[in-house]
């Protein structure tokens, strides 16, 4: 075999293994950035809903007030 060629195979072999072991960082990196999302959507979710909730309330109170001038501003 031509030395070239070895020196070709090895530098082959080096950058195989080193865009393998990004690879497997990146996988890494995925599963834990989704298992944080996935914490995060659990821990948000009651604040979430009870803002809905207070929202829809509000803005059946707010319904419920307007007037006789059919909800109409003032002009100042």
Do not use: K, Y
């Amino acid at each position: 075999m031509a030395p070239w060629l070895v020196v070709w195979l090895i530098v082959g072999l080096v950058a195989a293994t080193a865009l393998v072991a990004c690879l497997i960082g990146l996988v890494r990196h995925v599963l834990v950035l989704g298992r944080s999302a996935r914490e995060l959507q659990e821990e948000i979710s009651p604040i979430t809903e009870e803002l809905s909730r207070e929202g829809a309330r509000a803005g059946e109170r707010a319904g419920s007030m307007s007037g006789p001038g059919g909800g109409r501003r003032v002009r100042r």
